[in-house]
Nanobody
């Protein structure tokens, strides 16, 4: 079992920045990839960015050039650096962990990000 705890959400004006953190605990040795998803009201949960154990990253087109995912293996923590935030980035952001490939089966509780115009 992997436990994930997110932090760093909040309210920010358009054009601002936030950094989300996700601390993993439990069977961390089994994690192959970690990612960030987001879900806005009435919409499905979509992948924002992820990073594999080997360091390979992937981003949603809507955040490329604005968001950066990184990981600190010593702290078992993954970060999402969000710059040039837009109102459409408003959502609950969830941290996720994949044991097999990039199939995400472990989830955090979510953290709210609100971008005001």
């Amino acid at each position: 079992q992997v436990q994930l705890v997110e932090s760093g959400g909040g309210l920010v004006q358009a054009g601002g920045s936030l950094r989300l953190s996700c601390a993993a605990s439990g069977s961390i040795f089994s994690i192959n990839a970690m990612g960030w998803y987001r879900q806005a009201p009435g919409k499905q949960r979509d992948l924002v960015a992820d990073i594999t154990k080997g360091g390979s990253t992937d981003y949603a087109d809507s955040v490329k050039g604005r968001f950066t995912i990184s990981r600190d293996n010593a702290k078992n923590t993954v970060y999402l650096h969000m710059n040039s935030l837009k109102p459409e980035d408003t959502a609950v952001y969830y941290c996720a962990a994949a044991i097999v490939g990039r199939t995400y089966t472990n989830w955090g509780q979510g953290t709210q990000v609100t971008v005001s115009s």
